[in-house]
């Protein structure tokens, strides 16, 4: 396991767990009022014949959220799994610790600074990084 002390682990365990339910909060509220919307923009078509363009809008902004939320949970399990595991803090790439900085900054970090920067680069993600 990294060199991370045992009350780190804990402390970066906790917030991700706040952060867990945070975001199974935001999950269920956008769920609700993507339905909601879908509801009243079916009976406002209904009553004025409009098109569902706005609705389709509104259902797909609203599914993005929701699927960038889902894997960030995904991402707070797998860092929970590593815990559990005793890989927690380790870098995938090279093996090394990652700093407490960095997962203080980003708990579900899988990769030390250097590790990063590198995969960044070689897939498009980093610095100059245009459309």
Known sequence: MSALTQ???EMLKERMLTRRGELVTEIKDKLAESREHSSLTTLEQRL????????DLIAS???????R????MREIDAA???IESRAYGD????GEPIA????EAEP????CVRDQERWEREHGKGPGHSL
């Open 61 to 67: 902004t609203d599914m993005a959220m929701v699927r």
């Open 48 to 55: 004025e014949g409009g098109d569902s363009a706005l609705a």
């Open 7 to 9: 009350t780190q682990i």
């Open 80 to 82: 929970i799994g590593r």
């Open 91 to 94: 870098c995938a790439e090279c």
């Open 100 to 103: 407490f900085a960095r997962l």
């Open 108 to 111: 579900t970090a899988t990769r």
């Open 69 to 72: 939320d889902v894997e960030e």
